[in-house]
């Protein structure tokens, strides 16, 4: 019985370690081949100012300091939360029991990218926001934060979970972050039908090339031209990458932006359509 427990485990080790190279091969084309961060070669005026205008722009907001020490209390919080495994589960830890310091340290997102999404609120101003995966609200906190003006309506299908991001969130005195507990295919539907529309979506949860192209179908029905659709962890399995390329190919997609971590998504009319991946 040890020995096929044993085995199991040196299996996960494995597996692990197959995809770590797997995503570092990734990496390491997309490093070659992405265009330049500064914009240099890019010839639409629509992305070189997200280049310009979002990617690079270095100012520290006041909201990061904000967001950044309850992410850092939350990485030394050794409260256990015991978790509803949904979605394609996490590649680094099975156990059901888990520390919030260990839910901060690897479902939250990376500081990089929460700022990324500050600004990508702050400067497109979307007022319907939805999130797939709230965890422990981590990137919620980043887009409400970015416009007071903003709805962020976030879903998450761990109770337990949910529950923690909920008093984080009050403690932090925010009150435009709205909160749905239920698994995204049962309530998406209901919350796309009775919002109409949306003006930004950030899709990360359910990291299962089925999951993700269905999710997918769905927002495009309630778009609008300047609809935006952020999905996390792009690269993340063969999976993933396939559902992106099928997103790209979409006919009413016309711009996407690949930074590795993350795959943007417009549909604007007046831009021609092309994909574009950019070293961030
Ligand atoms: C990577 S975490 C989200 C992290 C969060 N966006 C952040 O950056 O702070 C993904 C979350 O999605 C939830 N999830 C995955 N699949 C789901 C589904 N089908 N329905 C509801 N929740 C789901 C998981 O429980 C998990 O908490």
Same mark, same amino acid.
Request: aromatic share 14%; net charge positive; hydrophobic share 40%.
């Given at each position: 019985?040890? *020995? %096929?427990?044993?085995?199991?485990?040196?299996?996960?080790?494995?597996?692990?370690?197959? &995809?770590? $190279? /797997? @995503?570092?091969?990734?990496?390491?084309?997309?490093?070659?081949?992405?265009?330049?961060?500064?914009?240099?070669?890019?010839?639409?005026?629509?992305?070189?100012?997200?280049?310009?205008?979002?990617?690079?722009?270095?100012?520290?907001?006041?909201?990061?300091?904000?967001?950044?020490?309850?992410?850092?209390?939350?990485?030394?919080?050794?409260?256990?939360?015991?978790?509803?495994?949904?979605?394609?589960?996490? *590649? %680094?830890?099975?156990?059901?029991?888990?520390?919030?310091?260990?839910?901060?340290?690897? &479902?939250? $997102? /990376? @500081?990089?990218?929460?700022?990324?999404?500050?600004?990508?609120?702050?400067?497109?101003?979307?007022?319907?926001?939805?999130?797939?995966?709230?965890?422990?609200?981590?990137?919620?906190?980043?887009?409400?934060?970015?416009?007071?003006?903003?709805?962020?309506?976030?879903?998450?299908?761990?109770?337990?979970?949910?529950?923690?991001?909920?008093?984080?969130?009050?403690?932090?005195?925010?009150?435009?972050?709205?909160?749905?507990?239920?698994?995204?295919?049962?309530?998406?539907?209901?919350?796309?039908?009775?919002?109409?529309?949306?003006?930004?979506?950030?899709?990360?949860?359910?990291?299962?090339?089925?999951?993700?192209?269905?999710?997918?179908?769905?927002?495009?029905?309630?778009?609008?031209?300047?609809?935006?659709?952020?999905?996390?962890?792009?690269?993340?399995?063969?999976?993933?990458?396939?559902?992106?390329?099928?997103?790209?190919?979409?006919?009413?997609?016309?711009?996407?932006?690949?930074?590795?971590?993350?795959?943007?998504?417009?549909?604007?009319?007046?831009?021609?359509?092309?994909?574009?991946?950019?070293?961030?």
């Amino acid at each position: 019985m040890n *020995k %096929i427990e044993d085995l199991k485990m040196y299996f996960c080790v494995f597996c692990n370690c197959m &995809n770590l $190279i /797997k @995503k570092g091969l990734k990496y390491i084309r997309y490093f070659l081949f992405s265009k330049n961060r500064k914009g240099h070669g890019i010839h639409s005026p629509f992305v070189y100012g997200f280049v310009r205008n979002i990617l690079n722009d270095k100012k520290e907001y006041e909201a990061y300091k904000i967001i950044e020490n309850i992410l850092y209390d939350l990485k030394n919080n050794n409260a256990i939360v015991e978790i509803e495994n949904f979605g394609a589960g996490s *590649k %680094i830890n099975k156990n059901l029991k888990r520390k919030i310091s260990d839910l901060a340290k690897n &479902n939250s $997102i /990376k @500081k990089k990218y929460g700022r990324l999404l500050f600004r990508l609120v702050q400067y497109y101003k979307p007022q319907e926001i939805i999130e797939l995966g709230t965890s422990l609200g981590i990137s919620s906190l980043y887009m409400a934060l970015a416009s007071k003006s903003a709805q962020v309506h976030t879903i998450e299908g761990c109770k337990n979970t949910l529950n923690v991001a909920k008093q984080i969130i009050k403690k932090a005195n925010i009150s435009n972050i709205q909160y749905y507990n239920s698994n995204f295919d049962t309530i998406l539907p209901d919350v796309l039908k009775k919002e109409k529309t949306f003006d930004l979506a950030f899709i990360d949860g359910n990291h299962k090339k089925e999951a993700v192209l269905k999710y997918f179908y769905l927002f495009k029905k309630y778009i609008h031209n300047n609809s935006i659709l952020i999905f996390d962890d792009i690269n993340w399995s063969n999976d993933m990458n396939e559902a992106w390329k099928i997103i790209c190919s979409d006919k009413s997609v016309t711009v996407t932006i690949n930074i590795f971590q993350m795959g943007i998504v417009f549909f604007r009319k007046e831009s021609s359509k092309q994909d574009f991946t950019i070293k961030f």
